[in-house]
């Protein structure tokens, strides 16, 4: 008999969960309705990016995906949810990929809930992340571009056959984010490797937060276990947090900034006591940050650019007659300067398309609904409601982007002017509001000095053009599968 009151129990809690709650007008998947199961299986399957993208194709522009999650496909909500004047913080999601330090988490810009301390860290920190901070470095990440330049001939040279560009990509970007955060050459490219296993070793704890994260009480049960972390020695288990702590002690006894100064640097200024400056473990947790989310949204996006470049001959070859034309009227010369190749109008689209195809995120940005409950795109969510927009559902929006938005077309970013304004409001790819990506500006550096770089020298196609690649839709949904034959082109 016990068994049949289990089983009353449980069908009473769905029927609950499905038709007495306050979101139970919500549409969606039956098992959304009644737990967190449809997350759970479309993080593990790692397969969320498309899920949620078809869950709102089927049911409009509010989807329940989980009992207490609500998806929203509504451009009208960006700035409700994420707008400078929001009322909604960040879910507990963010808490997960905080790591720790002596003891104490490391907050930074991404995971901190709190808004005074997200106010702290950018008030303390933002200088070392402006335009002409960027632009200040431009020299400093030249020898990173030369090197996945050579690195790439030699491959060609070699003539072993298709070429893994989605790993030397990822090699360039954490040599890139090594020479402007610390000024030194992490040897990604020169190795051909993922050094000391911190590209895996990520890759690893993206996959369990993207995962435990949708029910994130089950991290106090597993990893968040403060006796676990203990046994296991977590604060020394992360290579990238390990790096970070070595490179801030090591500049620290060094005792003076480089020239020109790197953004450690220029975090370091504002480094002494709290509440007005900077803590040394929030540097190391802002530092944390930098070489986990620089390296995973360049390398992502310049993926994406080729692939889809490479699907695409008329958009890539519109943009190699761009470049080409640049170069030989010497607007542009190797080593790229920014400044000029940021004049390129398609070259810029084109980037910008690969951000809106493939943003880097692939799951939900978190919020919580705030006390009294909301009223949003015509649906009513009560306090507690975790409500969010994915990048990669809005960056499709069909009214935004019009009907053909699962194509790439960088074209779109060069018609109707006050279109493309609404368009960039809209394109969540490096996030919105007072939590906009910090790293942009280096982001969009880094890419428009290198994509003209591999245009110019290199041929890329396709080892298998039929075969789709594989996107990994997690929290960074990264790719792989994606070989390509790279030939030098001759009489450049």
Request: aromatic share 10%; net charge positive.
């Amino acid at each position: 008999m016990l068994w049949l009151s289990s089983l009353g129990l449980t069908i009473s809690y769905l029927l609950y969960q499905r038709c007495f709650t306050a979101l139970s007008k919500v549409p969606g998947p039956f098992t959304a309705s009644c737990g967190n199961f449809w997350k759970l299986r479309a993080a593990y399957k790692a397969d969320m990016p498309r899920q949620n993208l078809d869950l709102h194709r089927q049911y409009g522009p509010v989807v329940r995906t989980g009992s207490s999650t609500v998806s929203v496909d509504d451009p009208a909500a960006l700035s409700i949810i994420y707008g400078f004047k929001t009322v909604y913080n960040k879910s507990a999601f963010y808490e997960l990929a905080e790591g720790w330090y002596h003891g104490r988490p490391l907050s930074n810009m991404i995971t901190t809930r709190s808004k005074t301390h997200h106010t702290h860290l950018r008030r303390n920190a933002m200088h070392a992340y402006t335009p002409a901070t960027a632009l200040s470095l431009e020299a400093t990440l030249e020898p990173s571009v030369a090197q996945l330049l050579h690195s790439l001939t030699e491959q060609c040279r070699n003539g072993k056959g298709p070429i893994d560009v989605a790993s030397w990509l990822m090699y360039f970007a954490f040599d890139a984010i090594g020479r402007l955060n610390f000024s030194e050459d992490l040897g990604y490219l020169a190795t051909g490797s993922d050094v000391e296993g911190r590209i895996s070793g990520t890759a690893l704890v993206l996959t369990y937060l993207s995962v435990i994260g949708q029910a994130p009480w089950l991290h106090k049960l597993m990893f968040g276990n403060a006796t676990l972390q203990k046994l296991l020695d977590i604060e020394k288990t992360n290579p990238i947090q390990n790096l970070a702590i070595d490179m801030v002690k090591k500049r620290i006894a060094k005792g003076e900034p480089n020239a020109p100064k790197d953004i450690l640097d220029l975090m370091l200024i504002n480094e002494g006591p709290e509440p007005s400056k900077l803590a040394i473990h929030e540097i190391i947790g802002l530092t944390t940050t930098n070489l986990i989310a620089a390296p995973g949204t360049v390398a992502i996006t310049l993926r994406a650019l080729l692939y889809y470049l490479c699907r695409n001959p008329t958009a890539y070859k519109l943009l190699e007659q761009e470049i080409d034309m640049a170069f030989e009227s010497g607007a542009l010369s190797l080593p790229v300067k920014y400044e000029p190749a940021s004049k390129l109008r398609y070259l810029e689209a084109s980037i910008t398309e690969a951000l809106r195809m493939h943003p880097t995120t692939g799951l939900l940005l978190e919020r919580d609904v705030p006390a009294g409950g909301v009223e949003l795109a015509g649906h009513y969510l009560p306090e507690g409601t975790v409500v969010g927009i994915n990048a990669w559902v809005m960056n499709r929006n069909k009214v935004v982007y019009g009907p053909d938005s699962d194509f790439f077309r960088p074209e779109r970013w060069l018609e109707d002017p006050s279109r493309v304004v609404e368009m960039r409001k809209c394109l969540l790819s490096f996030g919105a509001g007072p939590r906009t990506c910090a790293g942009r500006n280096f982001a969009m550096m880094e890419m428009i000095k290198v994509v003209p770089s591999l245009i110019r020298k290199f041929d890329f196609r396709l080892a298998d053009p039929v075969r789709e690649w594989k996107v990994q839709g997690h929290w960074f949904a990264h790719q792989s599968e994606m070989d390509m034959f790279v030939t030098e082109r001759r009489g450049i």
